[in-house]
């Protein structure tokens, strides 16, 4: 199975909304609304952020948001903070009931 | 409150058998509301998903890895393992246990600290 495809990095100013890209194929983030979202911060644990392509678990702020449309799913940040500052995977299930990750975004808070 | 420790060797020598054992501790394994897994991450690089077992038996593995690793359960111990046969430098890696809920099976939301091994020559 391939990792799904994500920019290796993206960058805003405080205040400012962005919107990382996830894109898999017809075999996992098509097929199931199975995308979940990860922020990581360095040293740090895998947190998360998103589930069930939209879905924020209890404590994780609305200021994440996400979202799919074919084969892409997306995150966004919007009023975006220093604290953001992190990496971001992308996840999906797949139709052999694996589990796929993205390669990973970098978030730079300009 | 959940949590999950991961405990095992910090250093393997290549080609033997890397070991882990995921203590949880605040819930229980044979829950049949999630599944546990096994995430890894290559220093500098990004998650790989492992493998993920339900108390009952069904084990599902990353088939890049499949022909080498086991996942298993004590239940009487309320942890799970992994062994990673044949090892090369490409398996050092930090290696984080998790938990998956059953609703989808296909996302991680707690998960252990993580713990470095290294592969040496």
């Known amino acids: 199975q391939s990792a799904l495809t994500q920019p290796a990095s993206v960058s805003g100013s405080p205040g400012q909304s962005i919107t990382i890209s996830c894109t898999g194929t017809s075999s996992d983030i098509g097929v199931y609304n199975y995308v979940s979202w990860y922020q990581q911060h360095p040293g740090k644990a895998p947190k998360l952020l998103i589930y069930?392509?939209?879905y924020r678990p209890s404590g994780v702020s609305n200021r994440f948001s996400g979202s799919k449309s074919g084969n892409t799913a997306s995150l966004t940040i919007s009023v975006l903070q220093a604290e953001d500052e992190a990496d971001f995977y992308c996840s999906s299930l797949t139709t052999s009931s694996t589990l796929v990750f993205g390669g990973g975004t970098k978030l730079t808070v300009l | 409150q959940l949590q999950l420790q991961e405990s095992g060797p910090g250093l393997v020598k290549a080609s033997e058998t890397l070991s882990l054992t995921c203590t949880v501790s605040g819930g229980s394994i044979s829950s049949s509301s999630y599944y546990w897994g096994w995430i890894r991450q290559p220093p500098g690089k990004g998650l790989e998903w492992i493998g993920s077992m339900f108390y009952s038996g069904n084990i599902y593995y990353n088939p890049s890895l499949k022909s080498r690793v086991t996942i298993s359960m004590d239940t009487s111990k309320n942890q799970f393992s992994l062994k990673l046969s044949s090892v090369t430098a490409a398996d050092t890696a930090v290696y984080y246990c998790?938990?998956?809920?059953?609703?989808?099976?296909?996302?991680?939301?707690?998960w252990g600290q993580g713990t470095l091994v290294t592969v040496s020559s």
């Open positions: 998790a938990r998956l809920p059953l609703s989808s099976a296909s996302f991680f939301d707690f």
């Open positions: 069930d392509v939209s």
